[in-house]
């Protein structure tokens, strides 16, 4: 069974920081890598950061390497999104997702499950 969770989002101003938590089941945590996405109004979606949680490999986009860190607790199932020295660019709905990436950990279309979202809002 695949469940994901978020938690989060919230408004800050820029240069601030939030961190998001997907809540994952076991199940999914073991199967699949897990990444986050985000979705600004009008914009695709696209890769933020994803990790293997079966090994090391972590992945960033270029807008955002450097600001922000995903992790996992593996004992809580839950991967999480640190986002540190915001800008209003940021700003989005953001996404969990998990999947079999073939190669592809920030594409949205290798990804073929998906939380709720959650808004980040960032002011200047």
């Known amino acids: 069974q695949v469940q994901l969770v978020e938690s989060g989002g919230g408004s800050v101003q820029a240069g601030g920081s939030l961190r998001l938590s997907c809540a994952a089941s076991?199940?999914?945590?073991?199967?699949?890598?897990m990444g986050w996405f985000r979705e600004a109004a009008g914009k695709e979606r696209e890769g933020v950061a994803a990790?293997?949680?079966?090994?090391?490999?972590?992945y960033y986009a270029d807008s955002v390497r450097g600001r922000f860190t995903i992790s996992r607790d593996s004992a809580k199932n839950t991967v999480y999104l640190q986002m540190n020295s915001l800008k209003p660019e940021d700003t989005a709905v953001y996404y969990c997702?998990?999947?079999?990436?073939?190669?592809?950990?920030?594409?949205?279309?290798?990804?073929?499950?998906w939380g709720q979202g959650t808004q980040v809002t960032v002011s200047s």
């Open positions: 997702a998990a999947g079999d990436v073939f190669g592809l950990p920030l594409n949205y279309r290798a990804y073929a499950y």
């Open positions: 076991r199940y999914t945590y073991v199967r699949y890598y």
């Open positions: 990790l293997d949680t079966g090994g090391d490999s972590t």
